[in-house]
């Protein structure tokens, strides 16, 4: 079992920043990949960025060049630092991990780009 805690989402006015941190129960370098997905209000689930476990990196298009997710070894975390934040980014972001064939999710964490 992975269990997934989510923190850092909340209100942000455009043009703005957040850290979003996906702290992980066992040792991130043991899963296959992690990374963090987004659903906006009638919208089909994104992916938004992966990290693998060699280190390559992947995001969607609207995010490329604004968006990095990365790896903190302190807190066992996987974070996105989200910048140059729009009104467009907003949904509930849920981070993923893949670990020995399953995939497990966190609850979820609202981002709201508004003024």
């Known amino acids: 079992q992975v269990q997934l805690v989510e923190s850092g989402g909340g209100l942000v006015q455009p043009g703005g920043s957040l850290r979003l941190s996906c702290a992980a129960s066992?040792?991130?370098?043991?899963?296959?990949?992690m990374g963090w997905h987004r659903q906006a209000p009638g919208k089909e689930r994104e992916l938004v960025a992966v990290?693998?476990?060699?280190?390559?990196?992947n995001y969607v298009d609207s995010v490329k060049g604004r968006f990095i997710i990365s790896r903190n070894n302190a807190k066992n975390s996987v974070d996105l630092q989200m910048n140059s934040l729009k009104s467009e980014d907003t949904a509930v972001y849920y981070c993923?991990?893949?670990?020995?064939?399953?995939?497990?999710w966190g609850q979820g964490t609202q981002v709201t780009v508004s003024s």
């Open positions: 993923r991990a893949g670990f020995l064939g399953y995939t497990y």
């Open positions: 066992r040792d991130i370098y043991s899963m296959t990949d």
């Open positions: 990290i693998r476990s060699g280190g390559s990196t």
